[in-house]
């Protein structure tokens, strides 16, 4: 393997108040306010734009390329942008084999269209799998463009290259752009994969540049981006009343009342499936704006069936999940060795229990979806902020018993994602209130729909005990994970399935390691639905265990950065076992350990008291990261996350260094406030919060603090990092907390632990 070379970027991430950003805004173009009120019945055509019909004339060697006589280059995004910068940095591989200028290039949105492949957004998944077939389709439409330009001055194609939107000969000093070659390549058969030559990384032009993202200027200014924005002529506006308890069923509601409020056209009742991340049994309210259904929402009266998930609530989970503890698991995930023995002869054995809560997504952008139901052709048309349209268009077509090919989806632009938009229950909502109005409807979710009807990220349990020798070696390990899952009807029979998050694998580190270890794990049966949460169970799972690792590090006497050296051990490679298992490679993490150690001066630096480091690593979602976190602590307890220094190996190529550099940061500080404030809790079947004021993040004045982000270019494949740098901050800041104060946290939020220290 080649050494690696680091591309290294510091950032103080800093941000204007609220009053000053709006003020910046004004000067720059009228403002958010005044430019979104000026949007009008316009929003729906610049949002959902397509371009224009190809001519004969364009050059469209693949679905996701057209290149006009004018020389426009329109390249498809064709997965979802939540915010992670894909609608710019895909289309940017394209451009790079291409040989184009990016200023020539315009990135339009796609549509659900099978014609595009896969277009989900999730598990970090989007570069890896598209970038090797993103290269292929460049370099074929370059390969054209040289083909063309070479039979036109009848040369031979070796003596030709392409550069800035153009074909280029040498020999002769001629050149022909892009556009004016377009007709003639379209005219050519399109070259095998073997015969068109992908660029030398060597020569990368834009690849590994800062671009900035295509949608900027439009959103600064106000522009329709996103499915909120979305307007249809003639369209209503809905709100959807659920049970607060999960599960529950509509018994009756005063819709007579409600259907003569001022501007309300309809109100009814949806029966609804069983399904808890599907449609859900509910009230819609349809009016003639959105502040009138919510309004007369206000009024609505609804008896419920609340069913068996009443009786739930979390300290109910709490003291179920602590008796659990004592009995042996009802999952055995791993067992190497002897634990127990290996326990009972320890030189130090140490024994903890963490936890931590639901919590719920709290994108920016409420769920909503606008659909349009056309009863001549039995068609349905929707406008969808999602990060799996497919998924969407497939829950829509079972429920409503509808072919998928009746059923056109547009994606939009999603405020926020995080997991949340893979489920789709708000899209089969509106399709089934539009599909019963026959006609075009907005559904919007209020923040307390969103926050109490989230698919949540699973809270969890973990009952730990390690052991240590006279050497300071990790000799056990043992942990007994108790967390929750949904009853499912599978093959006819119920079953216990355990909710996103709370799958944990028998190979998670430590668990391939070492030679007693033990882990089970026991699912509570609940009605909360659960659903994949930024980087599912890693987000948790990596403070967990490096917390835990860090109690025994320091049991031991051992600096904690060459006691996990120590673990992970010489080999280069540890091969995954069972069906979930992947080969983790340990020389990658080593590096990217070491790499981060030596950027924060680790062991070098003399902190105060109330001042510290912590380290922690993660593999998740194929990426290695390590993180180094520096903290302050007052005596009263207040908590200050100075640095954060963050090595990444992400594989060979950095698609946009921009994009991945606020992949980073936005990982860094979404950590710092889902480790500092979120929970939801749960009584009589609900959840108690709903906005806010009631469910705190990190705020613009608290993101203080200085992120450095470095990328280890390697020779491996090229991966994602919307997911793998957010794990290794909650562990790498309660290791520092603990530096700091010598107390530990092991309960999440941190508002459950007392940090004061004298």
């Known amino acids: 393997m080649n050494k690696p070379a680091n591309i290294s970027v510091e950032a103080k991430v800093s941000y204007p108040a609220r009053r000053d950003f709006l003020r910046m805004s004004a000067f720059t173009g009228g403002g958010l306010v005044l430019a979104y009120l000026g949007a009008g019945d316009s929003a729906l055509a610049q949002i959902s734009k397509p371009a224009a019909l190809p001519s004969s004339t364009d050059f469209v060697p693949h679905a996701l390329i057209r290149i006009g006589s004018d020389g426009t280059v329109t390249l498809v995004s064709k997965q979802p942008e939540i915010g992670q910068g894909i609608k710019t940095s895909l289309p940017m591989v394209i451009a790079e084999e291409l040989e184009v200028n990016w200023k020539d290039v315009r990135i339009i949105q796609g549509d659900l269209n099978p014609a595009y492949g896969s277009q989900g957004a999730g598990g970090s998944t989007s570069t890896p799998t598209n970038y090797n077939e993103f290269h292929r389709l460049g370099a074929t439409a370059r390969t054209m463009l040289v083909s063309a330009a070479a039979q036109t001055w009848n040369v031979p194609t070796s003596e030709c290259h392409a550069a800035d939107s153009a074909v280029h000969h040498a020999a002769s000093n001629r050149k022909l752009t892009y556009a004016a070659l377009a007709a003639k390549a379209a005219s050519l058969p399109v070259p095998d994969a073997k015969d068109v030559k992908l660029k030398d990384p060597a020569q990368f032009k834009l690849l590994g540049t800062r671009i900035g993202g295509v949608d900027n200027a439009a959103i600064v200014t106000g522009k329709p981006l996103f499915g909120i924005d979305v307007k249809l002529p003639g369209m209503l506006y809905a709100v959807y009343e659920k049970c607060p308890v999960f599960g529950g069923k509509v018994v009756s509601a005063n819709l007579d009342h409600i259907k003569?409020?001022?501007?309300?056209?309809?109100?009814?009742?949806?029966?609804?499936?069983?399904?808890?991340?599907?449609?859900?049994?509910?009230?819609?309210?349809?009016?003639?704006?959105?502040?009138?259904?919510?309004?007369?929402?206000?009024?609505?009266?609804?008896?419920?069936?609340?069913?068996?998930?009443?009786?739930?609530?979390?300290?109910?989970?709490?003291?179920q999940a602590k008796k659990l503890s004592g009995q042996p698991g009802t999952v055995t995930l791993r067992k190497d060795g002897d634990v127990t023995a290996a326990l009972g002869k320890a030189t130090k054995t140490v024994e903890a229990a963490y936890s931590y809560a639901f919590i719920s997504h709290a994108s920016m952008e409420p769920q909503n979806c606008t659909a349009a139901y056309n009863a001549k052709d039995s068609s349905l048309e929707i406008w969808a902020p999602t990060q799996l349209p497919e998924s969407g268009q497939n829950l829509v077509a079972e429920v409503l018993a509808m072919p998928k090919e009746k059923i056109k989806l547009h994606i939009t632009r999603s405020g926020g994602g995080f997991g949340r938009r893979l489920s789709s229950d708000f899209i089969v909502e509106a399709a089934a209130i539009a599909k019963r109005v026959n006609a075009p409807?907005?559904?919007?979710?209020?923040?307390?729909?969103?926050?109490?009807?989230?698919?949540?990220?699973?809270?969890?349990?973990?009952?730990?005990?390690?052991?240590?020798?006279?050497?300071?070696?990790?000799?056990?390990?043992?942990?007994?994970?108790?967390?929750?899952?949904?009853?499912?009807?599978?093959?006819?029979?119920?079953?216990?399935?355990?909710?996103?998050g709370a799958g944990l694998s028998g190979d998670e580190f430590p668990g391939r390691w070492l030679d007693n270890c033990l882990l089970e794990q026991t699912l509570m049966e609940c009605n909360i639905p659960m659903g994949p949460w930024r980087a599912p169970g890693s987000n948790v799972f990596a403070w967990v265990f490096h917390s835990f690792i860090d109690e025994l590090a320091h049991a031991a006497g051992r600096d904690p950065v060459q006691f996990r050296l120590d673990i992970l051990g010489d080999k280069e490679i540890v091969p995954g076992t069972g069906e979930r298992g992947q080969p983790y490679h340990v020389g990658r993490m080593k590096r990217v350990l070491q790499e981060v150690a030596s950027r924060a001066d680790w062991g070098k630096k003399k902190f105060p008291r109330g001042q510290g480091q912590g380290i922690a690593f993660h593999f998740s979602h194929r990426g290695y990261i390590a993180e180094?976190?520096?903290?302050?602590?007052?005596?009263?307890?207040?908590?200050?996350?100075?640095r954060v220094v963050v090595v990444t190996d992400i594989g060979s190529q950095i698609v946009n260094l921009s994009g991945a550099e606020h992949q980073v940061q936005g990982s860094v500080l979404d950590g710092i406030s889902t480790l500092m404030y979120p929970e939801l809790d749960i009584q009589r079947g609900r959840v108690m919060q709903g906005n806010f004021n009631e469910y705190p993040l990190l705020r613009i004045k608290d993101s203080y603090t200085k992120i450095e982000a470095h990328f280890l270019k390697t020779d491996f494949p090229v991966t994602g990092l919307g997911e793998p740098a957010f794990p290794p901050l909650a562990p790498a800041v309660c290791n520092a907390i603990f530096a700091a104060t010598g107390k530990r946290v092991r309960q999440l939020p941190l508002t459950h632990t007392d940090l004061s220290w004298s």
């Open 260 to 319: 003569k409020q001022p501007g309300i056209k309809d109100a009814f009742v949806i029966e609804g499936t069983d399904n808890l991340r599907g449609l859900m049994p509910g009230v819609a309210i349809i009016a003639e704006t959105t502040w009138a259904a919510f309004s007369a929402r206000k009024l609505l009266e609804v008896k419920w069936d609340e069913g068996k998930g009443a009786a739930e609530s979390w300290s109910g989970f709490a003291e």
């Open 441 to 500: 409807v907005k559904l919007t979710w209020s923040r307390e729909d969103d926050m109490r009807h989230d698919h949540f990220r699973a809270g969890g349990f973990h009952f730990l005990r390690g052991a240590v020798d006279d050497k300071g070696k990790l000799t056990a390990w043992h942990n007994h994970f108790v967390s929750f899952g949904n009853k499912l009807m599978r093959d006819g029979k119920p079953q216990l399935q355990a909710g996103s």
């Open 628 to 642: 180094v976190a520096e903290v302050t602590v007052s005596k009263q307890g207040e908590l200050k996350v100075d």
